[in-house]
C-alpha cells in the first residue's frame, strides 16, 4: 500500500495529536530500518497503522477479544493494551493487509512479546522514541537506539514498566516476559 493511501486510510480514525504522533512513529521506524537492515516499507506500513485502533469504544475491542479468541487474560488487564491486537486485526479485515509479519509488528507493539523480530523491534521503539514524546528518560533511549537497538529496547520496557510501578498499575505479564526474553538474550550474546 502506498504512503499516501495508508495515512488516509488510518487519519480519519485518529485526533489530530494521535496521527502527528502517527506521523512520528513512521519516519522513526524508517530511519531504525535503514540503520539496522529492517524492511523499510513494512517499517512504514506497520508504523502508520499501530494505533488505528486506539480510539475505538472499549466495548467494540473486548467483543473482538472474545469472538477472535485473542489472549483473555488481556481483558483483565488495562484497556490501553487492547488497541495493539484489535489494531493487528482490524488492519487486516478494513484495510485488507495481510503482510504477517506487519501484522505481528502491530499486535506485539504495546506489550511486546518474547522472541520479538526485528521489525517489532523497530515498531517498539519507534513508538517510545518518536520526535514527539516527551516523558522522562526518553532522550537517554534516542541515544541508545543510535547506537544498539536491543540495549534500547530493554530501557525502553524497564522504563515502562517502571512508569506503570509507580503508578500502581498492573503489569500485564507479556510484558514482564518480553523484559525476561531481551535480558536472557542480551546475557547471552555476552557469554556466547
Ligand atoms: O498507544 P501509545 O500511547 O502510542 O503507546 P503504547 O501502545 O505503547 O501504550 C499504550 C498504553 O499502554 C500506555 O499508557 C502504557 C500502557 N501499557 C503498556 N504496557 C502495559 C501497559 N499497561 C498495563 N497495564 N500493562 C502493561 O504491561
Ligand atoms: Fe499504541
Ligand atoms: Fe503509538
Known sequence: MERETALNFVKPQLTEHRYEHTLGVMETAISLAKKYGGHEKKA??????????????????KQIIIEQNFPQDLLDFNAELWHAPVGAYLTKKEAGITDEEILNAIRYHTSG???????EKIVYLADYIEPGRQFPGV??????????????????VQNTIMFLMKKNQQVYPETFHTYND????????LNG
Open 44 to 61: 512504514e506500513i506497520a508504523a502508520i497503522f499501530h494505533d488505528y485502533a486506539k480510539f475505538r469504544p472499549k466495548e467494540e475491542m
Open 139 to 156: 532522550e537517554e533511549v534516542r541515544q541508545m537506539a543510535a547506537e544498539n537497538l536491543d540495549q534500547a529496547l530493554i530501557k525502553a
Open 182 to 189: 531481551l535480558i536472557r538474550q542480551w546475557k547471552d550474546g
Open 113 to 119: 512479546r518474547p522472541g520479538m523480530t526485528l521489525l
